[in-house]
T-cell receptor, first 112, second 115 residues
Framework: GENVEQHPSTLSVQEGDSAVIKCTYS??????FPWYKQELGKRPQLIID?????GEKKDQRIAVTLNKTAKHFSLHITETQPEDSAVYFC???????????FGTGTRLQVFP | DVKVTQSSRYLVKRTGEKVFLECVQD?????MFWYRQDPGLGLRLIYF???????EKGDIPEGYSVSREKKERFSLILESASTNQTSMYLC??????????????FGAGTRLSVL
């Protein structure tokens, strides 16, 4: 079955710097890759997703890139702000299932 | 806005008790999921349901069962709670069809402590 690995487990950056979180997946049939943000004490919420027919997607300060050949995808946050501090989860899924396989999460801390 | 509501935010139970965790969604979603969240382990799927009375085991179903008698409600049952089931439990729902078929919307979670 699918396996998703996520790195790093923790990441500390200065406000205004960029942050990058990377995930690798094992099933080459995976074609949907969402990212969820979970603030302390709150529910995970979808922040951006990408499908395998595109290599990059941007939404304001966040972007996701996908390398199908290498089977990895990354979340990029530019000009980080303290409110970006949260746990971020990547996930992968295939067309023939509605299940998401999640990575183990990255705790991002943005220091003022 | 999609609303996924879990009946309790915090629950304390004793070893051996039967425990019910309830989840309700208001978007007529086909799919509903139960996850367990533990530090360093991410979100692990316990069970999911793709239709009323239909269920499928996830990665860690041992010690759990589920019930989906109505489309909007998905219950997680711990037949005999054990201390290693102390965890945060998250429910999610998703449309299961269309372009957004894989998107999942989460509830606020139930933190269960088994003493």
């Amino acid at each position: 079955g699918e396996n998703v690995e996520q790195h790093p487990s923790t990441l500390s950056v200065q406000e205004g710097d960029s942050a990058v979180i990377k995930c690798t997946y094992s099933d080459s049939a995976s074609n949907y890759f969402p990212w969820y943000k979970q603030e302390l004490g709150k529910r995970p919420q979808l922040i951006i997703d990408i499908r395998s027919n595109v290599g990059e997607k941007k939404d304001q300060r966040i972007a996701v890139t996908l390398n199908k050949t290498a089977k990895h995808f990354s979340l990029h946050i530019t000009e980080t702000q303290p409110e970006d501090s949260a746990v971020y989860f990547c996930a992968a899924s295939t067309l023939n299932t509605d299940k998401l396989i999640f990575g183990t999460g990255t705790r991002l801390q943005v220091f003022p | 806005d999609v609303k996924v509501t879990q009946s309790s935010r915090y629950l304390v139970k004793r070893t051996g008790e039967k425990v019910f965790l309830e989840c309700v969604q208001d978007m007529d979603h086909e799919n509903m999921f139960w996850y367990r969240q533990d530090p360093g382990l991410g979100l692990r799927l316990i069970y999911f349901s793709y239709d009323v009375k239909m269920k499928e085991k996830g990665d860690i179903p041992e010690g759990y069962s589920v019930s989906r008698e109505k489309k909007e409600r998905f219950s997680l049952i711990l037949e005999s709670a054990s201390t290693n089931q102390t965890s945060m439990y998250l429910c999610a729902s998703g449309p299961g069809q269309g372009l957004a078929k894989n998107i999942q919307y989460f509830g606020a979670g139930t933190r269960l402590s088994v003493l």
